[in-house]
């Protein structure tokens, strides 16, 4: 199993940037789908995610309202719509893949993770 994370890079504040990752090695529309972000000195935390028809989501407080989380089944691909960007948004993204039913906002139920890509916001 593979997750492909890309799209970040350095944006200043109020800007936008659109993560992307690339699943391959598993039945995509059978995963839920998660966003993490893990900034330095810092845990790493939950963002946003989304269940295998993309019906339900759930965002992290911090985001809500800025980012948007989407999937095309047909491309195995998940989606990080992220505006609004604000200084504090400076992490490395990582996306993650649960097999399990229920969506979830813990980093514990994932099965398989990317390797992250880093969103720089300057003030």
């Known amino acids: 199993v593979q997750l492909q994370a890309s799209g970040g890079g350095l944006v200043q504040a109020g800007g936008s940037l659109r993560l992307s990752c690339a699943a391959s090695g598993l039945t995509f529309n059978r995963y839920i789908m998660g966003w993490f972000r893990q900034a330095p000195g810092k845990e790493r935390e939950f963002v946003a995610a989304i269940n295998w028809s993309g019906g339900i989501t759930s965002y992290a407080d911090s985001v809500k309202g800025r980012f948007t989380i989407s999937r095309d089944n047909a491309k195995n691909t998940v989606y990080l719509q992220t505006n609004s960007l604000k200084p504090e948004d400076t992490a490395v993204y990582y996306c993650?893949?649960?097999?399990?039913?229920?969506?979830?906002?813990?980093?514990?139920?994932?099965?398989?993770w990317g390797q992250g890509t880093l969103v720089t916001v300057s003030s």
């Open positions: 993650a893949a649960d097999r399990s039913p229920v969506v979830s906002t813990t980093a514990r139920p994932y099965d398989y």
